[in-house]
């Protein structure tokens, strides 16, 4: 197994009060190459979930294993390792890129960071990496303010490229782009995911996009996982009521048109 | 960079921001004239032009005013632009000499306040927590003690002259720059951008200095050029007090020079000084204003 999480809750502290947990006991596995999915409403707590497995936040308990070793132990080189095989794209593709920074400034600047390549080979690697997200090389000179969140996006997966990562956590990475471009994000996930091996954690409150990605899902309710299996299983025989209200909240066209 | 290029673009368009960056060019070219003779009359080892005493040529009035009263002039009354003062000294050439003092006083205490604030505040805004409680604090207890009695403290134990004045002003004015700086950068340790570089295990330096603090430069601008003339206004009345520049014309001695025949008609000294104290202070203050309304909207929109 990939990526291990075991029993992990997730508290933040309330003044005055007892903790408050976003995360519990949630435990599940992905496995190299394999696409997993969590779906839920907003504020279930998935955030707090992908926060955790990056280190970005301590887990009040339980443990979350890489590759067999568990992550909040890890120092210095080690962590930096980690930081290299799991990578993060966000919501806000926009804000996730440094406005006072060009495109080809973010991609250098994590090249020479982790050293992936040697000096003289960067500038072909950048080149490399936008052909693989499907970039023309004139947005190399381009600021994120002057770029589409389609295109902004597929910088910020360029530059998680650049690190080689084995997993990828995308935190409903289409949900603020129009719905054109997300079937293209989507579609570019999906092959990379395909091509390079990559382990996938989706987080979406989008049953469609998480279907259309993944292999198998959870579904998680107030903190705590209440469904999971293989995508298909779960989107056509649901068994719990909430994962059925989930599926039925899915804006249909067709029906609202009462045909 | 391509943002200032574009503001300075901007400032120019408008007549009222043209006037202040000329004004404020005027006097950088005129303490610069000051250095230049300073450093000569060092070098040459003479008594500058603007110390010189000439006994006979004492309380000349400005040359405009003696033209307009149809004062032809004599060889032993030579025109002086400004007058001259109660030891026949140039008040022309001593302006200019207390422009190069002002400047140096504006300059060397924002490269005091300006880093210190700017360090503290990143790192205060940065880390949070226990760290920020230190920055706060320092930054209350500085701020509570009665601003110029401290200066005057700092100054007395650094001794007389200019480096007193540098330090007395520098270490109690990073304060404001300080707030400032760490309210910003709390605002952008939240932001999405920061968020994505700590996740692409960039380190703490990097993220402070390489991507918040290009974000938050617009705060140093103008942190920068309010603190210019608040710095050129204390140092004059420190040198007032007499606790500043030793032998040097400075603004602040020449007002307490001008003081004492003020009320014998000898108006000119007094009245120069503080035009060009008033000018200067002015023309920052304004640009100060223009630079804030023009930086804040256009990082907001990106």
């Known amino acids: 197994m990939l990526l291990q999480v075991q029993q992990v809750s997730v508290a933040y502290p309330v003044r005055g009060g007892r903790p408050f947990f976003a995360v519990r006991d949630i435990t599940f596995n992905v496995g190299a190459g394999e696409s997993f999915g969590i779906v839920g409403e907003s504020g279930c707590g998935k955030t707090s979930l992908a926060k955790a497995v990056m280190g970005l936040l301590q887990p009040a308990s339980g443990r979350i294993l890489f590759e067999g070793q568990e992550v909040s132990g890890l120092k210095g080189e080690a962590f930096k390792a980690y930081r290299r095989s799991v990578q993060m794209i966000f919501q806000d593709a926009v804000g996730s890129l440094n406005p006072r920074q060009t495109v080809l400034q973010m991609m250098e600047e994590v090249l020479r960071v982790h050293r992936m390549r040697p000096e003289g080979a ?4 950048v080149a490399e990496l936008l052909e693989l997200v499907g970039l023309p090389s004139d947005v190399l000179q381009a600021y994120p303010r002057e770029l589409s969140g389609g295109q902004c996006q597929r910088v910020s997966i360029a530059r998680c490229l650049a690190l080689e990562p084995r997993l990828i956590i995308a935190d409903e990475p289409v949900s603020a782009l129009d719905v054109s471009v997300q079937a293209r994000i989507l579609n570019l996930i999906r092959s990379l995911q395909q091509e ?24 998680m309710y ?15 025989q649901p068994r719990e009521a909430y994962t059925k209200s989930l599926l039925a909240a899915v804006p249909d066209v067709g029906r609202a048109l009462g045909k | 960079m391509k943002i200032p290029s574009t503001i300075l673009a901007r400032l120019w368009k408008r007549w009222d921001t043209r006037l202040s960056l000329v004004i404020v060019v005027f006097y950088a070219v005129a303490a610069l004239y000051g250095e230049g003779t300073y450093q000569a009359a060092r070098w040459q080892d003479q008594t500058p032009a603007y110390n010189q005493v000439h006994e006979n040529h004492r309380y000349i009035p400005p040359a405009f005013v003696r033209c307009f009263l149809g004062d032809t002039g004599a060889v032993d009354r030579p025109f002086y632009l400004f007058g001259s003062d109660n030891l026949g000294r140039d008040v022309g050439q001593r302006l200019i000499q207390g422009t190069r003092i002002a400047f140096h006083v504006g300059i060397v205490t924002s490269l005091i306040a300006i880093p210190l604030g700017v360090l503290l505040g990143c790192l205060g805004g940065y880390f949070g927590g226990r760290c920020d409680n230190v920055v706060v604090w320092l930054c209350a207890t500085v701020a509570s003690m009665p601003g110029l009695l401290f200066i005057l403290a700092i100054a007395m134990v650094a001794g007389k002259g200019l480096m007193g004045i540098y330090l007395g002003i520098g270490l109690t004015t990073w304060v404001s720059v300080c707030r400032n700086v760490r309210a910003e950068v709390m605002k952008h340790r939240g932001r999405t951008y920061v968020l994505a570089a700590e996740v692409l295990g960039y380190s703490h330096p990097r993220i402070m200095f390489r991507h918040i603090l290009p974000n938050v430069s617009h705060i140093i601008l ?22 500043g520049v030793q032998s040097e014309p400075s603004w602040g001695i020449m007002i307490n020079n001008a003081r004492l025949r003020l009320w014998q008609g000898v108006w000119w000294e007094m009245t120069f000084v503080t035009l060009a104290i008033f000018f200067l202070v002015l023309a920052f203050n304004h640009l100060a204003d223009a630079l804030r309304d023009l930086l804040d909207p256009a990082l907001r929109n990106e």
């Open chain 1, 122 to 125: 960067i500038q072909s690697r």
């Open chain 1, 196 to 219: 390079l091996n990559l382990a996938v954690l989706l987080i979406s409150h989008d049953l469609a996009v998480v279907r259309n990605i993944c292999d198998r899902v959870c579904v």
């Open chain 1, 222 to 236: 107030q903190g705590e996982v209440i469904e999971h299996g293989s995508a298909i299983e779960v989107m056509d």
């Open chain 2, 222 to 243: 103008i942190a920068f050029s309010i603190r210019f003339p608040a710095s050129v206004a204390t140092e004059v009345f420190i040198s007032f007090l007499g606790i």
